[in-house]
């Protein structure tokens, strides 16, 4: 049975050899922003006094963090929860005590700042502090860089094989986007801090800032491409 142009097509012809080749880029660069969250706690026999303590030391932790100024982009309340504790003896739905927490997102773009921030909120009490976990900006100019050096990798390769046949490209068939994205890296990355105390540090006596390395960040790209080539003399 004679292939018919459909089923041939996609493998090339004689005159047409089909060549198909991966484009591939590995950049490793600096990171642009940090996450920390803050998760706030409060604890107490009466709930509206759990509540109050932990709306005191809610806002505590956020002006904190807005003392920072442009060094933070982003800041948002999280999960919220007053939950009580029944007593362990007894019958009955006795209240022993409330835990309150309240869980906030920090993002800065300034790792001195984060430094200073991170342990001044680490010195609050009952509060913890996670992160930081580095990352780009979704619209970071490494992505592009990324994907554009991968597509010039997967001309540079068709190129190269062509020429080992003693012959040219001639035509773009198709470019496909396998992906452009961070690659998954250990979570949480960096430094945890927790403080759960009840009596504030005196303020002669502050703990130096953190210094804090940032995590390099390892951008992939890939592509598939299909070309064209002139038949070569083989």
Do not use: C
Request: hydrophobic share 40%; aromatic share 4%; net charge negative.
């Amino acid at each position: 049975m004679t292939p018919t142009t459909e089923t041939a097509a996609p493998y090339g012809t004689p005159d047409a050899p089909r060549l198909a080749v991966r484009g591939e880029a590995h950049l490793e660069v600096d990171p642009e922003i940090a996450r920390i969250g803050i998760t706030v706690a409060a604890r107490g026999k009466d709930r509206r006094e759990a509540l109050a303590d932990l709306t005191r030391r809610n806002t505590l932790a956020l002006d904190l963090v807005k003392t920072h100024g442009d060094a933070v982009e982003h800041l948002e309340t999280g999960h919220f929860s007053i939950t009580p504790e029944l007593g362990r003896h007894g019958r009955g739905e006795r209240v022993r005590t409330y835990h309150g927490h309240v869980h906030i997102t920090a993002e800065l773009n300034d790792f001195t700042a984060l430094g200073d921030l991170t342990t001044a909120l680490a010195d609050l009490d009952l509060t913890r502090v996670d992160g930081p976990w580095w990352d780009l900006r979704p619209d970071s100019p490494t992505h592009r860089a990324a994907r554009q050096q991968a597509v010039r990798e997967a001309v540079q390769r068709a190129r190269e094989y062509a020429e080992a046949l003693g012959t040219t490209l001639t035509a773009l068939l198709e470019l496909a986007d396998i992906g452009a994205e961070p690659t998954p890296l250990p979570a949480p990355g960096g430094a945890r801090f927790r403080r759960a105390a009840f009596g504030a540090a005196p303020a002669d006596d502050e703990p130096a800032p953190l210094d804090l390395e940032p995590q390099r960040q390892h951008i992939h790209a890939q592509v598939n491409a299909r070309f064209t080539m002139a038949p070569p003399q083989l």
